[in-house]
């Protein structure tokens, strides 16, 4: 079973789920483009930090619905736990005719680091009698289950110990006059949201 492939596989699916949260957010009509603009950043970031609130399985791709069924792994209790420890501030907001961008800061803990030890942890469990009892109860989706509750538990461990980074993030104005996120250009933000994780797990 190759765990680390079919992580990087899945998780790379949820950031496209993100991509499309992204892009579908648009913001309220204010008297001010930049406040329009605030909206769409605000009522983005809303929704990562509130997952449950939300009908996401409709931005799911299929392999990526089918894999994390497979691992029995909840989507909104993952991104719960992903975003636990997140927070935004935006610092400036810029609007040049139908284009803005939005200066931020967003810090959360590094998805890469608790993935990183929690694999380190899960392999070394591996070899003990209640990962064989597991598995002969619950097969491989009951590895993955206790695989993310590692990550769950040292991304809670890691939250004094996050990072920042000062990001930018792009939006183009629609014909309706609303603001949307763009669909390019903003891989440094996602990443940001994840605590700079680039998945090199």
């Given amino acids: 079973m190759n765990v680390k492939a079919h992580l990087k596989r899945t998780l790379t699916g949820v950031l496209v789920l993100l991509l499309a949260l992204c892009v579908c957010a648009c913001g309220a009509s204010g008297p001010k483009e930049e406040e329009q603009v605030q909206a769409v950043v605000d009522n983005t970031m809303a929704v990562f930090k509130n997952p449950s609130q939300n009908d996401l399985s409709?931005?799911?791709d299929e392999e990526t619905a089918s894999a994390l069924s497979s691992y029995?792994?909840?989507?909104?209790?993952?991104?719960?736990?992903?975003f636990k420890h997140m927070s935004y501030t935006v610092n400036e907001v810029t609007v040049e005719e139908d284009t803005a961008q939005v200066a931020m800061t967003v810090t959360n803990v590094n998805l890469d680091t608790a993935m990183a030890d929690a694999l380190a942890e899960f392999d070394t469990w591996t070899d003990t009698d209640e990962a064989v009892a597991v598995y002969k109860e619950s097969?491989?989706?009951g590895l993955y289950q206790k695989l993310f509750e590692l990550l769950y538990a040292k991304m809670d461990e890691m939250a004094d110990a996050t990072t920042s980074a000062d990001v930018t993030l792009y939006l183009q104005k629609q014909e309706d006059g609303s603001w949307d996120v763009t669909s390019e250009g903003n891989e440094a933000f996602y990443s940001a949201l994840y605590?700079?994780?680039t998945f090199n797990f």
């Fill in 58 to 60: 409709e931005f799911l």
């Fill in 72 to 82: 029995g792994v909840d989507m909104n209790e993952f991104l719960t736990a992903a």
């Fill in 139 to 141: 097969g491989e989706q």
């Fill in 195 to 197: 605590g700079g994780a």
